[in-house]
């Protein structure tokens, strides 16, 4: 569904990501591991279009994206959820949801939006910047599913939320998952990534230095975490 | 009490102008992240625009509200494509020289034609006074003042009712993440920049009848109309109509009650808005 072959970038002079390969396949859900500043965000925006690859490619459903703009990639079914959530403080709930424009077949009808994330609906008419964080979350992730993207780009989703909206995130990732949607996820909470995910790329200093199954990172957790720095 | 009510209609009147212009400058600021030196040109343009029409064409006034806007808009539009789109990948004080440049074009070209003293217009659709007894509205005025709330009102529904209003708000607030949920955003930025110049014309139209039509009229206002942009919040587009008109009456006010800052009450009230809030009455810090 998603691969992503010796994409390397940099911000100037600073090279960030280095020759980065990775799959994501159908209903696979994949997590990106790395210390703070490993280029996770990065390789996300260079998969969306937001940042400029200096090398290497992506392709999607057998498309070559180099030449894609961002607006198209995500017309085509990719769905950004990016580390700061995206919401736009000044649209209503129910715009920052009917935001971006739902032309795929597996969009979600508004009615299903609702019964999935029922908070976002008591909220409709608020704008997006009196939320909590954990709505925030919540309409970050309905907003793409709506579209019916394919492959979501997760960006630290459970970052600083409660066990329960995690748990709830969770839930919704394995339900989207069934669907066959792939899910690249960026994820520092090892024990949360554990549950929704098939495999583990770990990232240091823009290169991929492991690749992990599941299983594996239960038997490391230990490990894994003092190399992350948590 | 008499001349307080005159003056504050007088504001507001001077508000409606500020009003309309800061509107256009908030809406091309928000989406282009481009200052647009070339607003206060597009205002004297516009009512030159007037003028030329009623001389050479015999067409009046209503026939310049019109087409003047209109023809602007279109020139407008013609210029982002050719010139300011080009440098909007650079460095904004590119496009900072380019509009300032086109201003300072605009002005010499008009003195070159009509010298520097101001042009008769004598075709206000309506004359005369509302006589209140204590104290009278000249009807042009209140109409001025009455076309520019509407014209105000219809951008904030267009805004805030419609599907491209929703669009050019979520372009404003995060323009890089808007492209990454589906949305050409570069495909709205021409118009945006052409309503925002048209704006600028009306108002330099509804100028015509009541203020003094020379090459130098915008360049006067538009300083004032920076200011009214940054206490509202740059690219906020309500905060600039609020400002527009607030600012329009605080400075006829403060006129009549302490004549001494007259010049410069605008700017003592920016600085202090900036003293407390940097990003204005408003704003939000900067996203992108
Ligand atoms: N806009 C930018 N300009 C310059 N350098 C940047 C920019 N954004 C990120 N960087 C640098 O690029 C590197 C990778 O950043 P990135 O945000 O991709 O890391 P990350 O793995 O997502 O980190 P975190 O866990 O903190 O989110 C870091 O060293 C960061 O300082
Ligand atoms: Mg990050």
């Given at each position: 569904m998603l691969d992503i072959t010796g994409v390397s970038a940099s911000y100037g002079e600073a090279r960030?990501?280095?020759e980065v390969t990775l799959q994501v396949g159908d209903g696979e859900v994949v997590t990106l591991v790395g210390r703070n500043g490993a280029g996770k965000t990065t390789l996300l925006r260079c998969v969306m279009g937001l940042h400029r690859a200096m090398t290497g490619r992506v392709v999607f459903a057998g498309r070559d994206?180099?030449?894609?703009?961002p607006h198209r990639r995500a017309r085509l079914g990719i769905g950004y959820v990016p580390d700061d959530r995206?919401?736009?403080?000044?649209?209503s709930v129910e715009e920052n949801l009917t935001l971006?424009?739902?032309?795929?077949?597996?969009a979600w009808p508004l009615p299903r939006i609702y019964d999935t994330f029922p908070v976002l609906a008591t909220r409709?008419?608020?704008?997006?910047?009196?939320?909590?964080g954990g709505e925030h979350q919540m309409l970050a992730l309905a907003r793409v599913l709506r579209t019916g993207a394919r492959v979501l780009l997760c960006?630290?989703?459970?970052?600083?939320?409660?066990p329960i909206i995690v748990d709830r995130i969770g839930e919704i990732l394995r339900e989207v998952k069934r669907d066959g949607v792939a899910v690249l996820l960026v994820e520092q909470n090892l024990r949360f990534a554990a549950t929704v995910a098939d495999r583990h790329y770990l990232l240091a200093q823009g290169r991929i230095v492991e690749s992990l199954r599941n299983a594996e990172v239960r038997q490391r957790e230990g490990e894994l975490l003092a190399y992350l720095g948590l | 009490m008499t001349s307080f009510l005159q003056q504050a209609f007088n504001g507001l009147v001077s508000g409606s102008f500020y009003a309309l212009l800061a509107l256009g400058l908030a809406v091309i600021f928000g989406m282009l992240?481009?200052?647009?030196?070339?607003h206060g040109a597009i205002y004297t343009l516009g009512a030159f625009g007037a003028v030329w029409l009623a001389d050479?064409?015999?067409?009046?006034f209503w026939w310049a509200l019109l087409l003047v806007p209109v023809a602007l808009a279109i020139a407008g539009t013609l210029a982002e494509r050719l010139l300011i789109h080009r440098l909007?990948?650079?460095?904004p004080l590119y496009n900072f020289l380019l509009t300032f440049g086109i201003a300072l074009v605009c002005q010499d070209l008009l003195r070159m034609r009509y010298g520097s003293h101001s042009q008769p217009y004598e075709h206000a659709p309506v004359t005369g006074s509302f006589d209140l007894g204590l104290f009278e509205f000249p009807r042009y005025q209140v109409f001025t003042l009455g076309l520019s709330v509407v014209v105000c009102l219809a951008v904030w529904l267009l805004l805030t009712r419609t599907r491209i209003g929703t669009i050019v708000r979520a372009a404003i607030e995060r323009p890089e993440l808007t492209r990454a949920f589906?949305?050409?955003?570069g495909r709205w930025v021409t118009p945006v920049f052409g309503f925002g110049v048209g704006l600028a014309a009306l108002a330099g139209v509804l100028a015509a009848p009541m203020r003094a039509v020379n090459s130098g009229m915008g360049a006067d206002l538009i300083i004032t109309v920076f200011a009214v942009v940054v206490i509202g919040g740059l690219g906020s587009v309500f905060g600039s109509v609020v400002a527009g008109f607030t600012i329009g009456m605080l400075a006829a006010l403060g006129n009549l009650y302490f004549p001494v800052l007259s010049q410069t009450s605008v700017y003592l009230l920016m600085a202090v808005v900036l003293l407390i809030r940097p990003a204005g009455l408003f704003g939000k810090e900067e996203h992108v």
């Open positions: 960030v990501l280095d994206l180099t030449a894609v703009p995206g919401i736009y403080a000044g649209l971006p424009p739902a032309t795929l077949a597996s409709r008419r608020l704008p997006g910047g009196k939320l909590s960006d630290e989703p459970t970052e600083g939320l409660a | 992240r481009v200052v647009n030196f070339a050479s064409a015999g067409l009046g909007l990948a650079l460095d589906g949305i050409d955003t």
